[in-house]
């Protein structure tokens, strides 16, 4: 077998099985090849939602407020042991209470440069009482909002957010009207 690339991504089929890997500086492209990766809706313990917004450094979407944080799970990763990984590496801090609330989102959006994400992207929240130290090759600025306010933002300027942010929002919100609007009891939801 050949070596793994340290950093790469899980590419899948349209049955979300696991078909290859490819190194992830080369995926994302023109072409990009369907691919496994995660989104992160990052809450402090009293229901505040972390936005960030992407580096211009960032290939795709560069300087786009988006979730807390999104990645991609390394070839035999789970994706608490992902989510845990890219929390430290793009905000310097530690979660807990990781919790899955849309399993089977799927996306495929183009940026205005013609770079393509294409991406089975499972959906997550998580809790942290820390306060972001963010990586400025990741994130370029961020701000904490009440989820009534980022729900204002997502309705009147969707453009504002990016595109992943835009479809997935409705069923974050779904989860914490599910939950009593309560961060803690999102994350606990999931384990009844």
């Not at 595109?163 to 939801?189: F, K, Y």
């Amino acid at each position: 077998m050949d070596a793994v690339p340290e950093d790469h991504v899980v590419l899948v089929d349209e049955s979300r099985r696991a078909v290859g890997l490819a190194p992830r500086a080369t995926v994302h492209s023109r072409d990009t090849p369907l691919h496994l990766a995660f989104s992160c809706y990052l809450f402090r313990p009293n229901g505040d939602l972390l936005l960030t917004r992407r580096a211009l450094a960032k290939v795709a979407w560069p300087g786009v407020w988006t979730n807390s944080f999104c990645g991609h799970p390394r070839l035999d990763e789970s994706f608490e042991q992902t989510i845990e990984r890219y929390a430290v590496h793009e905000l310097g801090l530690n979660v807990v209470r990781i919790h899955q609330v849309l399993p089977d989102f799927r996306y495929r959006a183009e940026d205005a440069s013609g770079i393509v994400e294409n991406e089975v992207c499972p959906v997550f929240t998580a809790v942290t009482a820390e306060e972001p130290r963010p990586n400025p090759d990741e994130v370029m600025d961020q701000h904490w909002a009440s989820v009534a306010e980022v729900e204002s933002l997502v309705q009147a300027a969707p453009w504002a957010v990016s595109p992943w942010m835009q479809l997935q929002w409705p069923g974050v919100l779904d989860a914490l009207r599910n939950a009593g609007g309560r961060t803690s009891g999102l994350a606990e939801a999931g384990r009844a």
